[in-house]
């Protein structure tokens, strides 16, 4: 069967720190990969895209990873503050559906 | 200011009641869609729409039904017939469903709780 998996337990980690999340999907080829932030009581926020001919995407702090081979996106917030505290969403394009699949989430909680 | 809006943000309804939530967008964007979030699970997809008077279903779409007479505008009706309605409803478009990998922009939802 097609998953997508966040791990469910919370991230809790030290200001300063690089946070790492991650994405693992069984049974999809991906077209594309997003990340988006959520913070409670609101609706997700967009955060990077990255295709399946693509291995990393930066944007300021954050930093993406894509291995299709692993079938796993790893997403990395460098110098973390406790700003970044929140729920951070994959979604898998997949190239024969109009759909976004949505992973569940993974609370990230950045201690001052 | 340009973005989606969602009303009302907590929304009661009682047993055997139609209940309509709204979702309006100024970003003059084709696509349109329901989400479903319950706690613990990723976002699951009720109903989307890729142009006016035009909609499909999603993957749970039993319970639900949409209309989308303006652009702008895609309410969703929670009907009698979804018998565990309680969950926070996200509405979110993109500028086109064809074209790939393209970005969603959220509402701020609206929790729909039980009486």
């Known amino acids: 069967s097609q998953k997508i998996e966040q791990n469910s337990e919370a991230l809790n980690i030290q200001e300063g720190k690089t946070a790492t999340l991650t994405c693992n999907y069984t049974?999809?080829?991906?077209?594309?990969l997003q990340w988006y932030r959520q913070d409670p009581g609101r609706g997700p926020v967009f955060l990077l895209l990255?295709?399946?001919?693509?291995k990393e995407k930066r944007k300021e702090r954050l930093k993406v990873t894509f291995d299709t081979t692993l079938k796993q996106s790893l997403f990395h917030i460098t110098a973390s503050q406790p700003a970044d505290s929140a729920t951070y969403l994959c979604?898998?394009?997949?190239?024969?559906?109009?759909?976004?699949?949505f992973g569940s989430g993974t609370r990230l909680l950045v201690r001052p | 200011d340009g973005g989606i809006t969602q009303s009302p943000k907590y929304l009661f309804r009682k047993e055997g009641q139609n209940v309509t939530l709204s979702c309006e967008q100024n970003?003059?964007?084709?696509?349109m869609y329901w989400y479903r979030q319950d706690p613990g699970q990723g976002l699951r997809l009720i109903y989307y729409?890729?142009?006016?008077?035009?909609?499909q279903k999603g993957d749970i779409a039993e319970g639900y039904s949409v209309s989308r007479e303006k652009k702008e505008s895609f309410p969703l009706t929670v009907t009698s017939a979804q018998k565990n309605p309680t969950a926070f409803y996200l509405c979110?478009?993109?500028?086109?469903?064809?074209?790939?990998?393209?970005?969603?922009?959220f509402g701020p939802g609206t929790r729909l709780l039980v009486l």
């Open positions: 979110a478009s993109s500028i086109s469903r064809g074209q790939r990998g393209e970005t969603q922009y």
């Open positions: 049974n999809y080829s991906p077209a594309y």
């Open positions: 990255i295709r399946e001919n693509e």
């Open positions: 979604a898998l394009l997949v190239d024969s559906s109009y759909k976004l699949i």
């Open positions: 970003l003059n964007h084709d696509a």
């Open positions: 729409s890729q142009i006016v008077n035009d909609f």
